[in-house]
């Protein structure tokens, strides 16, 4: 019997155990990578019913959900997928995308944004910052009630262009909704003593091994750069940025570096609500159970809740 973690010492959650026995823990490798991509473009070219599709001057493409019932100025949200930056499409999210444009009553535009390895640092930001910049513009969009959002790497690309936003004062954000982000390079298992007491076993989807690889993808074209302007986490100070909400499980690699995101916030006198769900691992709100539900309705009031104070 296995003697349960000093870092993890919470089960699978119940909701979860089923899934926990057939996720694997690496879902990409460098062979497994043209694969994936392989998904993604089919993904990618399904035809969805009600997604406006148009590519943006830059040269990436986006998608765009609007409401069931429009008002004159509505929220915006940029959203941006997961894929460790080396994989994923905007359209594997549309159901994500539409369920926050209809329960938020807001546009949501999904980015694909370029990935790495042939794309490195900083041009998936670039595209990112683009279709945020897009957004606010849209006639129907207030411009004082404008979010940025994603999912794991997402979730730290969001990150990114919310500290590019604050740094560039343009356009200013009324919060991010950062869902298990990936937001550091260090959380690679080669220092013991950084993020110390991640259990290999209880991961999934996404280990130290896959972080090194998306990280190294990602960070070829930084150089010396990287520390500051390629990494939220290792940006110098977070104060200034828009009310922030993080959620994480206790299962999940990025927990750690999150919370200590989340700490550096508060510090920084940044508003941050941090969601944990323990015994849930990387991607579990993907599964249709109560507990990613709750999970996915946590953001959603946080985010309801700020843009009626930003009305």
Same mark, same amino acid.
């Given at each position: 019997?296995?003697t349960?973690?000093?870092?993890?010492?919470?089960?699978?959650?119940?909701?979860?155990?089923?899934?926990?026995?057939?996720?694997?823990?690496?879902? *990409?490798?460098p062979?497994?990578?043209?694969?994936?991509?392989?998904?993604?473009?089919?993904?990618?070219?399904?035809?969805?019913?009600g997604?406006?599709i148009?590519?943006?001057?830059?040269?990436?493409?986006?998608?765009v959900?609007?409401?069931?019932?429009?008002?004159?100025? *509505?929220?915006?949200?940029?959203?941006?997928h997961?894929?460790?930056?080396?994989?994923?499409?905007?359209a594997?999210d549309?159901?994500?995308?539409?369920?926050?444009?209809?329960?938020?009553?807001?546009?949501?535009?999904?980015?694909?944004?370029?990935?790495?390895?042939?794309?490195?640092?900083?041009?998936?930001?670039?595209?990112?910052?683009?279709?945020?910049?897009?957004?606010?513009?849209?006639?129907?969009?207030?411009?004082?009630?404008?979010? *940025?959002?994603?999912?794991?790497?997402?979730?730290?690309?969001?990150?990114?262009?919310?500290?590019r936003?604050? !740094?560039?004062g343009?356009?200013?954000?009324?919060?991010?909704?950062?869902?298990?982000?990936?937001? !550091?390079d260090?959380? !690679?298992?080669?220092?013991?003593?950084?993020?110390?007491?991640?259990?290999? $076993?209880?991961?999934?989807v996404?280990?130290?091994?896959?972080?090194?690889?998306?990280?190294?993808?990602?960070?070829?074209?930084?150089?010396?750069a990287h520390?500051e302007?390629?990494?939220?986490?290792?940006?110098?100070?977070?104060a200034?940025?828009?009310p922030t909400?993080?959620?994480?499980g $206790?299962?999940?690699?990025?927990?750690?570096?999150?919370?200590?995101?989340a700490?550096?916030?508060?510090?920084?006198? *940044?508003?941050?609500?941090?969601?944990?769900?323990?015994?849930?691992?990387?991607?579990?709100?993907r599964?249709?159970?109560?507990?990613?539900?709750?999970?996915?309705?946590?953001?959603?009031?946080?985010?309801?809740?700020?843009? $009626?104070?930003?009305?």
């Amino acid at each position: 019997m296995r003697t349960p973690h000093p870092r993890h010492p919470d089960p699978v959650h119940p909701d979860l155990r089923w899934a926990a026995r057939l996720a694997p823990q690496r879902l *990409v490798r460098p062979r497994s990578l043209p694969l994936m991509r392989l998904a993604d473009g089919l993904a990618r070219n399904r035809p969805r019913r009600g997604v406006e599709i148009t590519d943006l001057p830059g040269g990436a493409g986006v998608r765009v959900h609007r409401p069931a019932v429009r008002d004159r100025a *509505v929220p915006g949200i940029l959203w941006l997928h997961g894929g460790g930056q080396l994989f994923g499409t905007a359209a594997q999210d549309d159901a994500v995308c539409r369920h926050l444009a209809d329960r938020l009553g807001a546009v949501v535009v999904a980015v694909d944004y370029r990935l790495a390895p042939e794309h490195p640092w900083p041009a998936g930001l670039d595209d990112a910052y683009e279709a945020l910049a897009w957004t606010a513009g849209l006639p129907e969009v207030d411009a004082a009630r404008l979010v *940025v959002a994603g999912a794991s790497a997402g979730g730290g690309m969001a990150a990114s262009v919310a500290l590019r936003a604050r !740094d560039r004062g343009r356009p200013e954000l009324a919060a991010q909704l950062l869902v298990y982000p990936m937001l !550091d390079d260090r959380t !690679d298992g080669s220092d013991p003593a950084h993020y110390p007491g991640q259990d290999p $076993s209880v991961l999934r989807v996404w280990d130290a091994a896959a972080n090194r690889f998306g990280w190294a993808s990602y960070l070829a074209g930084a150089g010396e750069a990287h520390p500051e302007a390629a990494v939220p986490a290792r940006a110098a100070s977070l104060a200034g940025l828009p009310p922030t909400w993080i959620g994480v499980g $206790s299962h999940d690699l990025f927990h750690d570096e999150d919370l200590a995101y989340a700490a550096r916030l508060t510090a920084d006198g *940044v508003p941050c609500q941090l969601e944990v769900v323990p015994g849930a691992f990387h991607g579990f709100d993907r599964l249709g159970t109560d507990v990613g539900r709750g999970f996915t309705e946590s953001g959603c009031v946080f985010l309801e809740r700020v843009l $009626s104070g930003a009305r």
